[in-house]
């Protein structure tokens, strides 16, 4: 079992930054392709970021690339969303999950389905 929890999310004013955590259970949490997704209120969830199980390979969203960089510590078992200069347009309830196959492909990492463990989510509002 792996149970992702996230936290960190808050309130911002657009420019501002936040730092999203997730801390997730499971002996395994360095073979795991971890990723981060946002849903906006009457949204689809959407991807926002993913990390390759050591760390060397990342991806983003186009929406978020240059602003958002996603890291991860496997010794604590907690990945990292740092959101720098934000936008209205950022809120969401950002969701961190955990695919335990742990295969590098886009068109898997960045697939709501792909992922088997999802937190419970956090809020992110920016105000404008």
């Known amino acids: 079992q792996v149970q992702p929890v996230e936290s960190g999310g808050g309130l911002a004013q657009t420019g501002g930054s936040l730092r999203l955590s997730c801390a997730a259970s499971g002996r395994t949490f360095s073979n795991y392709v971890m990723g981060w997704f946002r849903q906006a209120p009457g949204k689809e969830r959407e991807f926002v970021a993913a990390?390759?199980?050591?760390?060397?390979?990342?991806d983003y969203t186009d929406s978020v690339k240059g602003r958002f960089t996603i890291s991860r510590d496997n010794a604590k078992n907690t990945v990292y969303l740092q959101m720098n200069s934000l936008k209205p347009e950022d809120t969401a309830i950002y969701y961190c999950?955990?695919?335990?196959?742990?295969?590098?492909?886009?068109?898997?990492?960045?697939?709501?389905?792909?992922?088997?463990?999802w937190g419970q989510g956090t809020q992110v509002t920016v105000s404008s």
């Open positions: 990390i390759s199980w050591r760390g060397r390979s990342t």
């Open positions: 999950a955990a695919d335990l196959t742990g295969s590098w492909t886009r068109a898997k990492y960045s697939h709501v389905l792909e992922y088997d463990y």
